[in-house]
């Protein structure tokens, strides 16, 4: 027999011991009730009648008790609860990240806690509590009692609170008899399977104190900022106080409650015993004092990577029946702390400054026509953001009022459309909120070991606590020129090989449809022949719509799949080939390391292993055997063909403003009206890429030079692997097949030399702006597409407003 079938047996005889007696009455009664209840006076059968009645609800309620026993937590399960420890996230590099903790907790020793909390608890919550085994008949007696009389009781001891606190589930929280019942049976469990010192220990370190304080040590630092072991009496009697009722005796929110509370609570010390009368007098003369000060979230650790992987935990549990916050997993990801911190650092100072740039640009009709980012950061202070925006786009802005919770709210309400944007428009601080929101521009971030799969830093937006959504998994955003390796990847998988020559010329594509579409590149056609290879290089769009006709769009679709594009629903449209289909930044990141591993896609791994609180492996997911997405030789061939997109065509920008020396190659992408700009850098180590944007795509970029990939993406990437580089996280000498190291770049003053604009991405239908000084040789960024008649245009998709709490 097991420890929980003795326990269990022995519960059984205590409840028979209790009720037995009753019971044995009860059947005896009734073989005797036939013989002498005939002839009796009718007071006296009555009363043999509710005897009867009595002993046979006793035994009844005996034989309910039994069924409930195995029906009550067990000793495993107290013992599991007793040792709980909530599980942890740790970096790859052995730093929490995270927890799984409910609420503030630290577990404390009861010699670790004042002496005047335990009186203070006992003498208030159970002064009988080392004299019974769980249950107080007694106190449960004169509750009944008092209850009838109408001043309503609690009859519970503070091991049956324990049990209410450590099985809420299994217990329940209604008021009713079966509550009562399963209290009182795991009570008993729980004295007959830890000491008083344990069970006081429990309580106190289980028991919620609000503002996600749990447990007395917790409660302490937050209501007085000391120790529990540092509790005075009166301080003591105040958080005992608060167990009646946490809210209605708050003392930060209702003190003269709580001062009440704490009086009645050092009257029942002193009634038994902790001190006299005198001493009592005194101590409720004193004012209530406090030393509140709300614990800093542990959760408020959480970033988007960390909230990835809680979401995906809590699935991963629920299907292998772990607890989470009982457990004491240990959940070691994939993230390198070293690597997300330079990832952090390079978002919130180089989105920073392009916020700066956005800022000045719509704040006035001229345009500085910098391509410095000084320029821009030292005009800031001295201009009102996008005051020219909201002045020229008026009907914009009616229409984020409209779409507002506020707006859509007053007029579910029955008040008139116009009246409703009238009266939204007129509150002042409601609209400045709204114009912040919508201009701020937002980034995202990620990046991947190609060898393993393995996600090494992850940036979701510029703040996780302003804005949650994240831009790397979540959003999902036309990638524009970023797209186009696919496109060529392609082709070379279909044999046609990087030399092939094309003519930089408008061609007819036409559809399945019918339809003719006719891309063109805002720079012009030059009429000349062009390989495929530079047509990826210069980025254009005329020879890229050519390939995509040799190759088809099916081919296309299919390797974008292959490589890593799996979440988001690729539209088969001609527009494809340049980047219409939205996808995610993981998405792109991680088809370009499939690229980068030489065809091999490896599934993005942000979990390395799991292990139990005993250091036991229980889940492991690493060593992930590679899909073949496409061949190593045309990857190879692909790799080389974007090493010229870094080393002579629209990615220069990371070699002379960052000075990356290394073998390197990526692409930039930048969508209609600059609503996005994307950078993907590859190297045999590391390949990272950055989104920048707004999250309302109707709002943008100003000018073609800063609205461009090549110009403000890349600046997140650049400054992210210069400190990779700079501190040994990835090797500057590690070369990609065929590849060799470049000549050290032109060192340039990116506060003092201008850098040259692209032609390409002038857009039609932009207001004209003095371009910066063109470098001589300058080269031709992604120009975005623009279609001719029939197509008339690719429209960018749906405005994608992101739900902000405050509207």
């Known amino acids: 027999m097991d420890q ?51 002993a046979a609800l006793a035994a009844a309620l005996v034989v309910y008790l039994i069924i409930l026993i195995p029906l009550t937590p067990g000793i495993d399960d107290l013992k599991q609860v007793s040792s709980a420890r909530p599980s942890r996230i740790l970096s790859a590099d052995g730093k929490e ?170 009257g029942q010390m002193a009634k038994h015993g902790a001190f006299n009368e005198t001493r009592l007098a005194a101590l409720k003369k004193r004012p209530l004092r406090l030393d509140f000060e709300r614990l800093a979230e542990r959760s408020g650790r959480d970033n988007h990577f960390t909230a990835h992987v ?57 345009l500085p026509g910098s391509s410095s980012i000084g320029t821009y950061t030292s005009m800031r202070s001295s201009v009102k953001a996008f005051d020219y925006y909201w002045h020229t786009h008026g009907a914009q802005l009616d229409a984020f009022v409209r779409e507002s919770a506020a707006y ?83 082709a070379l998988e279909n044999g046609i090989p990087p030399e092939q020559p094309y003519v930089d010329a408008v061609m007819d594509i036409r559809a399945a449809d019918g339809t003719v579409w006719r891309p063109t590149d805002m720079s012009g056609t030059t009429g000349r022949q062009m390989t495929m290879r530079d047509g990826l290089v210069f980025s254009k769009n005329t020879i890229t719509a050519q390939v995509m006709r040799d190759v088809g769009l099916p081919p296309v679709v299919k390797l974008a799949q292959n490589l890593g594009v799996r979440q988001s ?19 792109m990141v991680s088809s370009y390391a499939t690229i980068a591993a030489q065809g091999e896609y490896r599934k993005p791994v942000f979990v390395r292993r799991i292990t139990d609180r005993d250091g036991n492996v229980i889940a492991d997911f690493a060593n992930v055997r590679p899909e ?68 309302d795509n109707r709002v943008t970029m100003r000018s073609s030079y800063w609205g461009q990939g090549g110009h403000n993406a890349i600046l997140l990437v650049g400054d992210f692997f210069k400190t ?26 990116e506060e003092t030399e201008e850098e040259f604009i692209e032609p390409g991405d002038l857009i039609e239908g932009m207001p004209a702006e003095p371009p910066p000084p063109q470098e001589e040789g300058a080269v031709e960024d992604e120009a975005v597409e623009v279609i001719d008649a029939p197509m008339e245009g690719v429209p960018p998709p749906p405005p994608q407003p992101v739900p902000t709490p405050m509207f």
Do not use: C
């Open 628 to 695: 073949r997405a496409m061949s190593q030789a045309s990857s190879v061939t692909l790799i080389d063909m974007l090493r010229g997109v870094v080393n002579r065509g629209t990615g220069t920008g990371v070699r002379y403003r960052f000075g990356i020396n290394g073998d390197v190659a990526g692409k930039t992408g930048t969508t209609q009206n600059n609503a996005d700009g994307w950078f993907i850098l590859m190297h045999p180590n590391l390949v990272a890429g950055a989104w920048v944007g707004f999250n």
């Open 4 to 54: 929980d079938e003795k326990t269990e047996s022995g519960i059984r005889q205590q409840a028979r011991d209790l009720f037995g007696s009753a019971g044995g009455k009860a059947r005896a009664g009734v073989r005797q009730a036939h013989g002498f209840i005939e002839g009796r006076p009718r007071h006296q059968q009555a009363l043999i009648v509710g005897a009867l009645a009595l």
């Open 97 to 266: 990240l995270g927890t799984f903790e409910q609420g503030l907790q630290e577990r404390v020793k009861l010699s670790q806690v004042s002496p005047h909390v335990v009186k203070a608890l006992i003498s208030t919550e159970d002064h009988r509590f080392y004299e019974h085994h769980g249950v107080d008949f007694t106190r449960i007696a004169g509750a009944l009692l008092a209850s009838l009389k109408g001043d309503a009781q609690g009859g519970s001891t503070i091991t049956q609170q324990l049990a209410r606190n450590m099985f809420p589930d299994e217990i329940g929280r209604a008021r009713s008899i079966n509550r009562k019942l399963k209290e009182l049976i795991t009570a008993i469990k729980i004295e007959n399977t830890y000491s008083k010192t344990e069970i006081l220990e429990a309580y106190l370190n289980t028991v919620p104190f609000l503002y996600n304080a749990r447990g007395i040590e917790m409660a302490a630092r937050t209501y007085f900022g000391k120790p529990a072991l540092k509790l005075d009496v009166l301080e003591a009697a105040t958080l005992v106080g608060m167990l009646k009722g946490t809210y209605y005796y708050n003392p930060v929110t209702n003190p003269e409650r709580s001062l009440a509370r704490r009086n009645v609570v050092l």
């Open 310 to 366: 809680r979401k995906w935990l809590l699935e991963w549990a629920d299907e292998n029946d772990y607890d989470l916050a009982l457990d004491g997993l240990v959940v070691q990801t994939t993230l390198d702390a070293d690597l997300q911190e330079a990832a952090l650092r390079a978002v919130e100072k180089q989105a920073g400054a392009l916020q700066a740039v956005a800022d000045v640009e719509w704040a006035n009709p001229g």
């Open 724 to 749: 990779a580089l700079d501190g040994g996280k990835i090797d500057r000498d590690a070369l990609f097949p065929g590849g060799r190291p470049p000549a050290p770049p032109r060192p340039r003053e």
């Open 408 to 490: 859509r709210k007053a007029v579910a309400d029955g008040e008139a459309p116009a009246a409703a944007l009238k009266r939204i428009k007129g509150d002042r601080d409601f609209m400045r909120k709204l114009r912040e929101s919508k201009a701020r521009l937002e980034a995202g971030f990620v990046a991947i070991d190609p060898a393993t799969g393995e996600v090494k830093a992850w940036v979701g937006s510029r703040d996780f606590a302003r804005d949650q959504y994240d831009h790397v998994a979540q959003a999902a955003r036309q990638p524009g020129s970023t797209f186009k390796p696919f496109v060529y990847g392609a």
């Open 569 to 587: 629903k690729l539209q088969q449209v001609p527009s494809l080939a340049l980047g219409t289909s939205p996808v995610t930044l993981l998405e």
